[in-house]
């Protein structure tokens, strides 16, 4: 069977580390790059982990640094979901593989090139390299047969009232996204939130890790640290067992996956709005036509949950 050629774009990353694992304990894929961005942590944060998880995991791709920060809005982080290290302070060994000299974007592009228009781009992150390849190369959409994206909201944000964390970490940069003709699979928000676990059900899925155990145990424990830590902020009751636990950039893996079986999704016209000051990064989903655009994104409305689940299951297993 050939494989899929993918390249990874994200900001390792808990959720990030979760959809890596699932990719190249698949089958069905073959990871030829992860890429690094600014997002979760800082750049040399996020390019630690990635070349820490590729020699971790036994990745034979390279790993190629991107953008310090996002093309226009200020820099957003969010270690206090993922820890200050990006991966729940997890002390995965140290990589000895080094990042390419060239830039995300120029290692993207010829990549991309080399797949006669075959290569799949998983984004779970601010979507800047992305973006600076696309205006960099104006070819490169024709070499990606589709980008798979955590990002967006159909409705309420994360890290801002309207706004999920990745397209609020570059608005600019998810319109030039939305804009490229490049056919897109988005894992919003409410795909995450939907299909989010209970506690008992990452700590049964969690058990078939065997190399990674110890990581996706330390994983959990920085969960219960920050869920209980928001619980006491807004004053509620906390029981990890029967909370729900969102593993989002895991959903966009999980897509590409099941692409064609066990996934469900609807065309929309989708943009990203850039200038509100309560709004910028809100992305806008054209439910009644109204913009009269042909639609430029398949938004995930329905995933085989039980499908997901066995994804995950049997990549954590699949490790030694
Ligand atoms: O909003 C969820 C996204 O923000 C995920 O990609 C997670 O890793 C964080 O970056």
């Not at 990745?59 to 206090?80: F, H, N, R, W, Y």
């Not at 943009?271 to 655009?293: A, L, M, W």
Request: glycine content about 8%; overall charge negative.
């Amino acid at each position: 069977m050939n494989k899929i050629p993918v390249m990874i774009d994200c900001d390792p990353g808990i959720d990030d580390t979760l959809a890596i694992i699932m990719l190249a304990g698949s089958e069905k894929v073959k990871i030829k790059a992860i890429t690094s961005t600014h997002g979760n942590v800082g750049l040399e944060g996020t390019t630690r982990n990635a070349l820490a998880l590729k020699d971790f995991l036994g990745l034979d791709c390279v790993v190629a640094k991107g953008a310090s920060k996002p093309m226009i809005v200020s820099q957003k982080e969010a270690s206090t979901v993922h820890g200050l290290n990006g991966l729940g302070n997890y002390d995965i060994p140290a990589s000895v593989s080094k990042a390419e000299t060239a830039p995300a974007w120029d290692v993207m592009y010829r990549l991309a090139k080399e797949e006669n228009g075959q290569m799949v781009l998983v984004v779970l992150g601010p979507m800047t390299n992305v973006a600076i390849t696309i205006l960099k190369y104006p070819d490169f959409k024709d070499y990606i047969k589709r980008i798979y994206m955590m990002g967006g909201s159909r409705n309420w944000g994360n890290h801002s009232q309207n706004a999920e964390f990745n397209i609020w970490g570059d608005p600019h940069a998810c319109q030039v996204v939305l804009s490229s003709g490049i056919p897109i699979t988005m894992a919003d928000l409410q795909v995450g939130n939907e299909y989010g676990f209970l506690g008992t059900e990452i700590t049964e899925l969690y058990s078939h890790a065997k190399k990674l155990k110890p990581m996706m145990d330390r994983f959990q424990r920085h969960d219960k640290i920050w869920m209980q830590s928001e619980c006491d902020r807004l004053g509620m009751d906390f029981d990890y067992d029967t909370s729900i636990t969102t593993k989002y950039d895991s959903t966009a893996a999980a897509a590409l996956l099941m692409d064609g079986d066990g996934l469900e999704t609807e065309d929309y016209y989708v943009i990203c709005e850039t200038q509100g000051s309560e709004t910028e990064g809100q992305t806008i989903f054209d439910y009644s036509g109204r913009f009269g655009k042909q639609p430029n994104v398949s938004l995930v409305v329905k995933m085989d949950r039980e499908k997901y689940h066995s994804l995950i299951r049997n990549a954590l297993a699949r490790f030694e």
